[in-house]
C-alpha cells in the first residue's frame, strides 16, 4: 500500500522529518528552517482556553430513539413519530476543577447533550443533579471562585466552599446530594442525567407547557466512596467510556419528562422555575418518550470533545426557554464562551455543524468558512434585500410569546420567603441510617476546616432541614476535633 506523502500546511511535501539545517555541521540554525518553524509555531499554539467550568471531560457520539411520540406538545421535527432517530453528542464533565484534575473526585458531573436534528442543533445542558447550587446567575461566579483553587496557595480549600454554601443556604439540597453517596459516580455510564432546568414545548397550536428532562441510566446508578475513588486513575471514568463503547458495550439511558401547564404553574406550591428545587413525581409523574445510546467514540479527543460548543441558547421550532433566572444568564454566558475560547465562528467547526442547511447574515471573522454548509459565499449579506436567492424568515415556526407576572414591574426580586430546607430535608430522609452516617462524614471533613462562624451557619441549615441532620453533622464534627 502506498503511504500517503508528508506535507507542509500549505501542501508542499517534507523531504525529512529528522534534522534541522545548519550552517555547517556544528553551525546555527538557518532562517530557511521553513518546516521547523512551522512545527514549533503550531506547537505553541496547539492549546486554546480550557472551559472555566466543566474543563475535564469525556464524549462520544450516539442516538436517541424516540419510542412516544411529542406532537402532541411540540412541533420539534425530531419529536414527532415513533421510532425516528436522532443522532446526538453527549459529554461528561466533572465541573470545579481544570484539565489536570482526576475523573473520580467529589463534584457534579456535566451532562451536555447535543441533537443534530433536521431543522438545526438542540442543546439540553444540565447535569447528573436535577438541582443546583443557585437560583440567581449573578452568584455564578462568587460560586465557582469559592469551588476552585485557593488564590494564594492554588490548593483545593474546603473552607471556601462552605464559606459560600453557608451564606447561600439556597445550596442546602444540591449541597446534601454531592455530600451524600451519590457525590462520586462509579462511571460516566452509571449516572443519571438532568436537564435540571425547566425547559418548555410548544406545539402547532401554539400551546406551551413546562418540562423537565430525565436521563436515567440503564447500567443502574453506582457509586464509590471515598476511599474508593483515592484508589482510582485519574482518568478512570474516560477509559471505561472509551473502553466500553469500543468493546460493543454501549450504554444507554432511558429519557423521560415531567410535564407543567402553564396553568399549574401559576397556581403550584413552589416556584417551578427555581434551580434549586424538584418537581414532586407525585404531583408530576415521569413519561417514558425513548432511548438514547452512546455508540461511537471520538476519532480525536481535541477537535470533538474539547471544541464542542454547547450552549442552551442551542434551541429549534417547537422547543423554548422559561423564566428559570439561571437558564436565562446562561443564554448569554455559554455562546459568549464559546466565541471567546475557540472563535467567533465556532458553529462552523464539524462537531458543532448543524446537519441541515445553514444560511444566515453573518459573515467574516477568525476562521469564516471552514467548509461546512454554511452560507458564506458571493450572496448578499444583508437583509431584507431583493435577491431571489437570499434566505428568508419562517414566522409560522415561532414560539408563543412567553408570559410575565400579571402587573410586572422591573426589578431585583429576592426570594428570602423561598423555602431552601424542605426538599434537602426531604432528601435525609429517604436515607438509611449508615447513609446518613456517611453523609454526615462527608460534610464534616471539609466543614471541620471551616471557621466556627461559617460552622454555626451550616448547622443551622441543617437543623431547618432536620434536627437529626444536624445532629449527625455535629457528631461526625466532634470526632475530627
Known amino acids: 500500500m502506498t503511504k500517503p506523502v508528508y506535507t507542509l500546511q500549505n501542501g508542499a511535501p517534507v523531504t525529512q522529518d529528522e534534522i534541522s539545517t545548519t550552517a555547517g555541521r556544528r553551525g546555527p540554525l538557518t532562517f530557511d528552517n521553513i518546516h521547523l518553524f512551522e512545527k514549533l509555531a503550531h506547537f505553541n499554539r496547539e492549546r486554546i482556553p480550557e472551559r472555566v467550568v466543566h474543563a475535564r471531560g469525556s464524549a462520544a457520539h450516539g442516538t436517541f430513539t424516540l419510542t412516544q411520540s411529542l406532537s402532541d406538545l411540540s412541533i420539534a421535527d425530531f419529536l414527532q413519530q415513533e ?7 453527549l459529554r461528561f464533565s466533572t465541573v470545579a476543577g481544570g484539565q489536570d484534575s482526576a475523573d473520580h473526585v467529589r463534584d457534579v458531573r456535566g451532562f451536555a447533550l447535543r441533537f443534530y436534528t433536521q431543522q438545526g442543533n438542540y442543546d439540553i445542558v444540565g447535569n447528573n443533579t436535577p438541582v443546583f447550587f443557585i437560583r440567581d446567575p449573578l452568584k455564578f461566579p462568587d460560586f465557582i471562585h469559592s ?29 446534601t446530594i454531592l455530600m451524600s453517596d451519590r457525590g462520586i459516580p462509579k462511571s460516566y455510564r452509571h449516572l443519571n442525567g438532568y436537564g435540571s432546568h425547566t425547559l418548555s414545548l410548544y406545539n402547532a397550536k401554539g400551546e406551551r407547557v413546562w418540562v423537565k428532562w430525565h436521563f436515567k441510566t440503564n447500567q443502574g446508578i453506582a457509586n464509590l466512596s471515598g476511599e474508593e475513588a483515592a484508589r482510582q486513575a485519574p482518568f478512570a471514568a474516560q477509559q471505561d467510556l472509551v473502553s466500553s463503547i469500543d468493546n460493543g458495550d454501549f450504554p444507554s439511558w432511558t429519557v423521560k419528562i415531567q410535564v407543567m401547564s402553564e396553568a399549574e404553574a401559576r397556581q403550584y406550591r413552589i416556584n417551578p422555575f427555581d434551580l434549586t428545587k424538584v418537581w414532586p413525581h407525585q404531583d408530576f409523574p415521569l413519561r417514558t418518550i425513548g432511548t438514547l445510546e452512546l455508540n461511537r467514540n471520538v476519532d480525536n479527543y481535541f477537535a470533538e470533545t474539547e471544541q464542542v460548543t454547547f450552549s442552551p441558547a442551542n434551541l429549534v421550532p417547537g422547543t423554548g426557554v422559561s423564566p428559570d433566572k439561571v437558564l436565562q444568564g446562561r443564554l448569554f454566558a455559554y455562546a459568549d464562551a464559546h466565541r471567546y475560547r475557540v472563535g467567533t465562528n465556532h458553529n462552523q467547526l464539524p462537531v458543532n455543524s448543524p446537519r441541515c442547511p445553514v444560511n444566515h447574515f453573518q459573515r467574516d ?9 454554511v452560507h458564506q459565499g458571493a450572496g448578499v449579506n444583508f437583509s431584507p434585500n431583493h435577491r431571489g436567492d437570499a434566505p428568508v424568515a419562517a414566522p409560522a415556526l415561532a414560539e408563543p410569546p412567553m408570559p410575565l407576572e400579571s402587573d410586572a414591574w422591573l426589578g431585583q426580586f429576592d426570594d428570602q420567603d423561598s423555602d431552601n430546607f424542605s426538599q434537602a430535608g426531604d432528601l435525609f430522609r429517604l436515607f438509611d441510617d449508615a447513609h446518613k452516617n456517611r453523609l454526615a462524614a462527608n460534610i464534616a471533613g471539609g466543614l471541620s476546616q471551616a471557621s466556627p462562624n461559617v460552622q454555626a451557619l451550616m448547622l443551622a441549615q441543617f437543623e431547618k432541614a432536620d434536627p437529626d441532620y444536624r445532629a449527625r453533622v455535629e457528631a461526625a464534627l466532634a470526632k475530627l476535633a
Open 83 to 89: 421510532g425516528q432517530q436522532t443522532q446526538v453528542f
Open 147 to 175: 469551588q476552585k483553587k485557593d488564590p494564594r496557595t492554588n490548593l483545593p480549600n474546603p473552607a471556601h466552599h462552605f464559606e459560600f454554601w453557608a451564606h447561600h443556604p439556597q445550596s442546602l439540597h444540591q449541597v
Open 365 to 373: 471573522g477568525a476562521m469564516a468558512g471552514m467548509g461546512c454548509p
